[in-house]
């Protein structure tokens, strides 16, 4: 199969960690950017980390870092345009630098689904809900997002359920979309 481009959702405000830099938080003395890139560096062609602060820090990985291009933290769909338009690779998958246990199948699981169901998009399902901030989706897509934004919309579930979707089953591996959103889940 060809190379797929990989993005790591690092551009938000951390709002519900007093405003740390997720990315940077640290889990087991290493920062949750180390384990997105850990999942997808194996698995993708091409790695961007979507990031609107902290640029330095994150070029350090030597991975491309794109900022979205709509101002005001609009939220992951605005992260997930940025690297759409800067993916060199097509589908694209996506994930958030807060799930520090996403499975080594990820990608190759997702892109049999999209594939299987010649869908737009593929988001997993873990047997109790989707993760829709987890997904794989064609180039394609980057003009509804950008139409959706436009209309001042920012739900990705609701953008994803607009879409030509469907999902991958992660029945069988649960605990790999646990994230981490506040203190507490750090302990």
């Known amino acids: 199969m060809h190379p797929v481009t990989g993005v790591i959702l690092a551009g938000g405000r951390g709002s519900r960690l007093k405003g740390e830099d997720k990315g940077l938080v640290e ?3 290493r920062p949750l950017i180390e384990f997105a890139l850990q999942a997808l560096v194996p698995q993708c062609g091409e790695i961007i980390i979507n990031a609107n602060r902290n640029w330095l820090l994150y070029e350090g990985y030597g991975h ?3 900022a979205d291009t709509l101002p005001g933290y609009p939220g992951p769909l605005a992260g997930m345009l940025a690297g759409l338009r800067q993916a060199r690779y097509d589908p ?6 807060d799930m520090p246990y996403l499975p080594a199948c990820l990608v190759s699981r997702m892109r049999q689904t999209m594939n299987a169901a010649n869908a737009g ?3 997993p399902y873990d047997g109790e809900r989707t993760h829709p901030v987890v997904c794989l989706m064609q180039r394609a897509c980057m ?3 950008e139409s959706w934004l436009a209309q001042g919309r920012h739900r990705v579930g609701e953008w994803v359920r607009s879409q030509r979707h469907t999902q991958a089953d992660f029945t069988d591996m649960p605990s790999c979309f646990r994230n981490i959103n506040r ?3 750090l302990s």
Request: glycine share 4%.
């Open 27 to 29: 889990v087991s003395g």
């Open 143 to 145: 003009d509804a997002i």
């Open 92 to 97: 694209v998958i996506f994930i958030p630098c």
């Open 121 to 123: 998009v593929v988001i």
């Open 183 to 185: 203190p507490e889940d």
């Open 64 to 66: 491309r870092v794109v």
